[in-house]
Nanobody, 126 residues
Framework: QVQLQESGGGLVQTGESLRLSCVTSGRSFSSYAMAWFRQAPGKGREIVAA????????YYTDSVKGRFIISRDSAKSTVNLQMNNLKPEDTAVYYCAAGPVRSVFFDLPSLNYDYWGQGTQVTVSS
């Protein structure tokens, strides 16, 4: 059974940091891109950051550039999201996702992410 399990969410104040982790199991994700999405109350889901399987390519949405860092440890089957200088607008449920890479040329935010975790809540108070 394929599983993606997020952890590390919580309640913090503006300017503080959190580190989200996603542990994968049930199959190898060595040829997959990994991503973090988020969904705020009343809004659609958006991709926050993504990373290629060998970490040679990464993507960040504009609102988190310079504040968030995505990384993956293939040996530990984990992907992490270091979130610094958090803002109230970062409040959302954060989801880990995995999507297969089938071409040499690929666009991380455009991939079909077909494995998903259950999500972890991040709340940033002002």
């Amino acid at each position: 059974q394929v599983q993606l399990q997020e952890s590390g969410g919580g309640l913090v104040q503006t300017g503080e940091s959190l580190r989200l982790s996603c542990v994968t199991s049930g199959r190898s994700f060595s040829s997959y891109a990994m991503a973090w999405f988020r969904q705020a109350p009343g809004k659609g889901r958006e991709i926050v950051a993504a990373i290629a399987w060998s970490a040679e390519k990464a993507y960040y949405t504009d609102s988190v550039k310079g504040r968030f860092i995505i990384s993956r440890d293939s040996a530990k089957s984990t992907v992490n999201l270091q979130m610094n200088n958090l803002k109230p607008e970062d409040t959302a449920v954060y989801y880990c996702a995995a999507g297969p890479v089938r071409s040499v040329f690929f666009d991380l935010p455009s991939l079909n992410y077909d494995y998903w975790g259950q999500g972890t809540q991040v709340t940033v108070s002002s």
